[in-house]
């Protein structure tokens, strides 16, 4: 337990209520971020024809489902393990069903030769996030490691991957404008199903982190 200090000395650990603020801070951010991008990624997708960024839209509807469950969790009700568990499985669920719709999808389109349009507004978000997606799981750890909260961690671990998954994008959006290689687009898609699915596994399994002692 931390003890609540008038005067913390330099490099003390904030206490947990400031902690849980920052927290929601972050999961707040996240939320706002997520929603944006799965509307502009899914409007963008569909005007392009461009799976990956369907996909890409659509597992930031589900990691903003998570994040309503983190902002829940860190709202009061953070020891309700039997409602976190089901939600985490709910969540994983989600995460397999997308993993199997983006890798059936992308197969269906290479097998199609379905030549998606270039999209310069799928390249400059899958830039952006990219950018912005480290900085948030970075501090997500660092409170995460303050609360010894294992969903907190798990949370982060979430955004790097999404983090990840912009990479894929923004190389496949990249290849397909710059150079018309039109199967970079699914092949994206297929690169991203594994990581989804992975998400989806892991959720299952109600995999901790490792950050309680």
């Not at 706002?32 to 509307?39: F, K, P």
């Not at 839209?57 to 009700?77: K, Q």
């Not at 990479?167 to 199967?183: F, K, T």
Request: a neutral charge; aromatic letters at 6%.
């Amino acid at each position: 337990m931390y003890r609540h200090m008038d005067r913390p000395s330099a490099g003390a650990v904030p206490a947990p209520r400031a902690l849980r603020r920052a927290g929601l801070r972050l999961e707040w951010a996240t939320l706002g971020w997520n929603v944006t991008e799965a509307v502009v990624a899914i409007w963008a997708g569909a005007v392009a024809g461009s799976v990956s960024l369907i996909g890409f839209g659509a597992d930031s509807i589900i990691e903003s489902l998570s994040g309503v469950a983190l902002v829940w969790r860190l709202l009061g009700h953070e020891d309700d393990a039997g409602r976190d568990r089901i939600a985490l499985r709910l969540v994983g669920i989600s995460f397999l069903a997308l993993a199997a719709y983006v890798g059936y999808e992308a197969a269906t389109s290479l097998i199609r030769s379905e030549e998606p349009e270039a999209s310069v507004t799928g390249i400059v978000l899958a830039a952006l996030s990219l950018i912005v997606m480290p900085l948030l799981a970075h501090a997500k750890r660092r409170v995460a490691r303050g609360m010894r909260s294992d969903a907190l961690a798990a949370d982060a671990r979430q955004t790097d991957i999404c983090a990840n998954l912009s990479a894929i994008l923004l190389v496949g959006l990249g290849l397909n404008a710059w150079l018309g290689w039109w199967w970079a687009d699914p092949v994206a898609g297929l690169a991203m199903a594994p990581l989804i699915a992975r998400e989806g596994f892991d959720a299952l399994r109600g995999k901790g982190c490792g950050c309680r002692p």
